[in-house]
């Protein structure tokens, strides 16, 4: 195995150990792994979700929104490295209850990750809405409160 390889498989590890901790709702652990001006973003996110964040202090503000579940189970399908050596593809799946109604939210997500200097700086999440209006009970768009 070469310098480049392992390297790979080191940022493969780091994205395993980010989604297990989110699983187990180890934020702190799970910012730790991040760089300071980590940013995420689910592009299809329902209106009164968290949809995007920039920096640890509010993506950390954000992880509050988890309590919406009883369950919450990320696992990591599949990794698959890109052209640039610091960028993956990773697919995951959904496991959770939701907590005002009982109901299963599972999930299939396409993540992509990005690394800068061996910390992850950026993940956009793709998702499945319609699975998630079901899970919450929906039969709607919700509205977004006023700010």
């Known amino acids: ?18 989604f297990e901790l989110a699983s187990v709702k180890d934020f ?15 592009p299809f996110q329902l209106p009164g979700f968290p949809n995007q964040g920039e920096g640890k202090d509010e993506i ?3 992880t ?10 990320i696992s990591v399908v599949k ?9 993956f593809l990773v697919e995951t799946k959904g496991d959770m209850v939701v907590h005002s109604t009982g109901r299963p939210y599972r999930n299939d997500y ?8 061996g910390k992850i700086a ?12 079901v899970a919450f009970g ?8 006023e700010s």
């Open 1 to 18: 195995m070469d310098m480049y390889d392992e390297e790979r498989e080191r940022k493969i590890a780091i994205i395993g150990q980010f």
């Open 60 to 62: 950390r503000r954000m």
């Open 79 to 87: 990794v698959e490295p890109m052209l640039n050596p610091d960028s």
């Open 110 to 117: 396409l993540n992509i990750i990005r690394f800068r200097d």
């Open 28 to 42: 702190e652990g799970f910012l730790a792994l991040c760089t300071d001006d980590v940013r995420m973003s689910i």
């Open 122 to 133: 950026e993940w956009v999440t793709y998702q499945d809405p319609v699975r998630q209006m």
């Open 64 to 73: 509050a929104d988890v309590d919406r579940y009883d369950r919450y189970t």
């Open 138 to 145: 929906f039969t709607e768009l919700p509205v977004p409160a």
